[in-house]
């Protein structure tokens, strides 16, 4: 059974950084475009990043591009999401996935076939 299992969160003030792990297991991990998501209390999800299984490509959101850094250490099966410069609007909790299209870098949730349970992310102003 494929597990993700998403930790680093926590409740910081604006500027401040955290890093999010998310740790795979049951997963061909290399073959996959890992993806970072985020749901704010009563909004839809968002996309937040995502990296292709080689590490080499990845995209972001435009509300935190330059921000945000996504990484994955395949021999760890865990990738992260370094967020610097955190704002009160990045508050939210925080999903990893895992998506078999591992040529692309897909936005939508719908391509993405296994979640993690979340870590929330609150940023006090």
């Known amino acids: 059974q494929v597990q993700l299992v998403e930790s680093g969160g926590g409740v910081v003030q604006a500027g401040d950084s955290l890093r999010l792990s998310c740790a795979a297991s049951?997963?061909?991990?290399?073959?996959?475009?890992m993806g970072w998501f985020r749901q704010a209390p009563g909004k839809e999800r968002e996309f937040v990043a995502a990296?292709?299984?080689?590490?080499?490509?990845?995209h972001y959101a435009d509300s935190v591009k330059g921000r945000f850094t996504i990484s994955r250490d395949n021999a760890k099966n865990t990738v992260y999401l370094q967020m610097n410069s955190l704002k009160p609007e990045d508050t939210a909790k925080y999903y990893c996935?895992?998506?078999?299209?591992?040529?692309?870098?897909?936005?939508?949730?719908?391509?993405?076939?296994?979640w993690g349970q979340g870590t929330q992310v609150t940023v006090s102003s």
């Open positions: 996935a895992a998506s078999p299209l591992g040529g692309l870098l897909p936005t939508t949730g719908s391509l993405y076939r296994y």
């Open positions: 049951q997963l061909t991990f290399s073959t996959y475009t």
């Open positions: 990296i292709r299984w080689t590490g080499e490509n990845t």
